[in-house]
C-alpha cells in the first residue's frame, strides 16, 4: 500500500489543524492505521493508532484529549484531527499502516508515507 500524507502548514499556539492520508494501492480496511511524528533532533514518535474498521483508537499521552484520528473506509483516507496545538507540537508527521496489529511501535509499521511538515509558533 502507498501512503500520501497532506494538511500540514504553520498555525500558531491552540489553534488546529486536520491532517490527512490517503493509502493506494491494497486493500485499505484491512491495514490498521498510525500517526507518528517526528521532531528536529529527535526520534520518531508515536501520535496515534485506529484499528481497520475504526473501532479502536490508541493515543500517546502527550495529544490525548486534544487529537483524533479517524478513518474512511470508503475513500481510503485516515485524518488526524489537531486541536490546542502547542510548540512542541511541531514535527513532521507521518502516516503508517501495519496489516496485523494495532500498538504505538515504529518497527511494527510497514508502510510509510513521506511526510507533512507541522509547524506551530508561540
Known amino acids: 500500500v502507498q501512503l500520501q500524507a497532506s494538511g500540514g502548514g504553520l498555525v500558531q499556539t491552540g489553534g488546529s489543524l486536520r491532517l490527512s492520508c490517503a493509502a493506494s494501492?491494497?486493500?485499505?480496511?484491512?491495514?490498521?492505521m498510525g500517526w507518528f511524528r517526528q521532531a528536529p533532533g529527535k526520534e520518531r514518535e508515536f501520535v496515534a493508532a485506529?484499528?481497520?474498521?475504526?473501532?479502536?483508537?490508541y493515543y500517546a499521552d502527550s495529544v490525548k484529549g486534544r487529537f483524533t484520528i479517524s478513518r474512511d473506509n470508503a475513500k481510503n483516507t485516515v485524518n488526524l484531527q489537531m486541536n490546542s496545538l502547542k510548540p512542541e507540537d511541531t514535527a513532521v508527521y507521518y502516516c503508517a499502516a501495519d496489516r496485523f496489529r494495532l500498538g504505538p511501535y515504529r518497527n511494527q509499521y510497514n508502510y510509510w508515507g513521506q511526510g507533512t511538515l507541522v509547524t506551530v509558533s508561540s
Open positions: 494501492g491494497g486493500t485499505f480496511s484491512t491495514y490498521n
Open positions: 485506529i484499528s481497520m474498521s475504526g473501532g479502536s483508537t
